[in-house]
């Protein structure tokens, strides 16, 4: 899967990638990342890409012109029959979560697109935005670390760059519950054991533990994601008896 980032800081996009999980899907082949330095595209001697913006206002705006270009540099080189998706990291968007993830996860190349300053003239977004995408209600300097938080969550779904294949589908937000609470070595830690369930080798009554430990925690710390999840009527009361235990 191929990934290209528009940006003026390519240094940070790429030294935050290229390490753990991400980095071993570079080194086998399986990802591809590259970052294209919108400076580069900015058409004068000084690599300005921003102005003040028409109206007034506080702060500067990225200039239309730098990002169409770098924008198609990446197009001439991709060469694709299919249109390639562009994500443009943005608080206007739609939130990110895991089915999107693992949607995105389906395309053979990804454009991200990283705004600064105050933004990016609209004119240009028009023309090349497909996806606007937020990773939650909060500001941030600009768009390389969200866009570096989503390939990372993409990456996972791509055969290969997990070393256990049943990871990505055993993880929290799977099926909308949160992953159950997990232990190793030693069996006890400042006199907590682990649960006896754990230890007994039986398969069918670990799933079990695990599935409930999920629904507990979901309960209590995301029951917003209880509302999508698939739940039995068993699971449901389970639950409700489990909540209105805490509360006496």
Known sequence: MNFYV???????????LNTSIIGKGVEKGLLN???I??????????GKVDDYPYGGGAGMLMQPGPVYRSYESVVDKIASE????VVYLTPTGNVFHQDMAKELAQEENLIFLCGHYEGIDERVLDKIVTDPVSIGDYVLTGGELPAMVMIDAISRFVPGVLKNEV????????ENLL?????????????????????SGHHGKVDAWRREQSLLRTAKFRPDLLKKAELTEKERQFIQKSLENADK
Do not use: C, W
Request: net charge negative; no cysteine.
């Open 6 to 16: 528009l940006t003026l800081f390519p240094e940070m996009v790429m030294s935050g």
């Open 33 to 35: 990342i590259e970052a």
């Open 37 to 46: 330095n919108i400076r580069d595209y900015a058409g004068n001697k000084y």
């Open 82 to 85: 299919r249109p390639t998706r």
């Open 167 to 174: 990871s990505a589908e055993t993880e929290s937000f799977h």
């Open 179 to 199: 992953e159950y609470p997990q232990y190793t070595r030693p069996e006890e830690f400042m006199g907590e054991k682990v649960p006896e369930v754990l230890l």
